[in-house]
């Protein structure tokens, strides 16, 4: 499947793709959470080093489609420095301007506003989403003092409905 993203942001999602950010392992993490996808067959490891309260390390490791790992470097990039009451609020903006609830002028995603126009593409949205899915997942556990259960895209909560299962291709273009 191509995706006809706006060229501008066509090249910020694939900068992203080929060289992610946040895959460096991290020496330590308090939090942490694997995702998959099984429409796209997208995995996503996500692992996050917090100290009161605020993250200082971020590790995100993505296979699969250029939306799935280009959604996860940039949650390593913009989480960075974060509460995790704000990385919630930006998981939260972000699902929101994927479902088009809002326009990215009435979010501060940068360069995940990107992304945006894989709304035209229901089916990838899921990619898009996944790793902040997992993200979720792993604050709420580590809230409760429990460890994360692995995430899943096909979730009832995230209105997830069988699909076609495509096979993994890391060429697939965006
Ligand atoms: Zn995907």
Known sequence: MSLELDSMYREVVLDHYKQPRGR?????????NEGFN????D??????RIEDGIILGVHSLGRGCSISVASGSMLAEILQGKTLEEARSIAEDFR???????TP???DL??????????KF???IKCALLPWTTLLDAIEAYERGARAEKSTTEDPQLGGRPGIVHKNDERRSV
């Open 38 to 41: 099984p429409v796209c067959g």
């Open 24 to 32: 460096c392992p991290l020496d330590r993490h308090d939090i942490e």
């Open 110 to 119: 940068g360069d995940l506003e990107a992304l945006e126009g894989v709304q």
């Open 43 to 48: 995995e996503v490891k996500i692992g996050l």
């Open 96 to 102: 929101r301007m994927m479902h088009g609830e809002i």
């Open 122 to 124: 229901p089916v990838r």
């Open 105 to 107: 002028d009435e979010a």
